[in-house]
T-cell receptor, first 111, second 113 residues
Framework: GQQVMQIPQYQHVQEGEDFTTYCNSSTTLSNIQWYKQRPGGHPVFLIQLVKSGEVKKQKRLTFQFGEAKKNSSLHITATQTTDVGTYFC???????????FGKGTMLLVSP | NAGVTQTPKFRVLKTGQSMTLLCAQDMNHEYMYWYRQDPGMGLRLIHYSVGEGTTAKGEVPDGYNVSRLKKQNFLLGLESAAPSQTSVYFCASNDRGNTGELFFGEGSRLTVL
């Protein structure tokens, strides 16, 4: 079946450091979405990328979609304790009818 | 505007018992989904519905049944619960299928002893 690999599984940073999580697919994706889940909470939509090479920014968060539409990344500049949570990517392969979620990257930020 | 509401939020079952999780959305969304979340496994799609009266299997449908008799409700049933079904279940909905933002409920934590 469709697989979306996400790395790293876990990252612990000091407040102020940068953070990046990567999402990779063996097949071309039609689109990719990113979600954030706070501890004990539910996933919350962050953004969707559709175009090859697309880059979108939300304050300290930068999202990229690869040129081949097989990978994506989420970069957080100068992390804050409010960034703590698990970040998921979810990709849609054109041969499938539903999104497939990566296993997520858990981010811990120490003050 | 409540969004997506799941009931119950917590439940403990014994092996072999049955139960139904209810998902209700007040956003008039066509698409509804049930996911399960296990540690280190991300979110896996159980069943989904593209409209009232329709259902379809997701990635991990075995042991579950669903119904979408009303547009606003999506029910997930476990006919004979097994310990492997211990998980956190999330319902989600949207109005654009695979190209739209998913709105998630707060989750239902199910433990099967």
């Amino acid at each position: 079946g469709q697989q979306v690999m996400q790395i790293p599984q876990y990252q612990h940073v000091q407040e102020g450091e940068d953070f990046t999580t990567y999402c990779n697919s063996s097949t071309t994706l039609s689109n990719i979405q990113w979600y954030k889940q706070r501890p004990g909470g539910h996933p919350v939509f962050l953004i969707q990328l559709v175009k090859s090479g697309e880059v979108k920014k939300q304050k300290r968060l930068t999202f990229q979609f690869g040129e081949a539409k097989k990978n994506s990344s989420l970069h957080i500049t100068a992390t804050q304790t409010t960034d703590v949570g698990t970040y998921f990517c979810a990709g849609l392969d054109s041969g499938y009818s539903t999104l497939t979620f990566g296993k997520g990257t858990m981010l811990l930020v120490s003050p | 505007n409540a969004g997506v509401t799941q009931t119950p939020k917590f439940r403990v079952l014994k092996t072999g018992q049955s139960m139904t999780l209810l998902c209700a959305q007040d956003m008039n969304h066509e698409y509804m989904y049930w996911y399960r979340q296990d540690p280190g496994m991300g979110l896996r799609l159980i069943h989904y519905s593209v409209g009232e009266g329709t259902t379809a299997k997701g990635e991990v449908p075995d042991g579950y049944n669903v119904s979408r008799l009303k547009k606003q409700n999506f029910l997930l049933g476990l006919e004979s619960a097994a310990p492997s079904q211990t998980s956190v279940y999330f319902c989600a909905s949207n109005d654009r299928g695979n190209t739209g933002e998913l709105f998630f409920g707060e989750g239902s934590r199910l433990t099967v002893l």
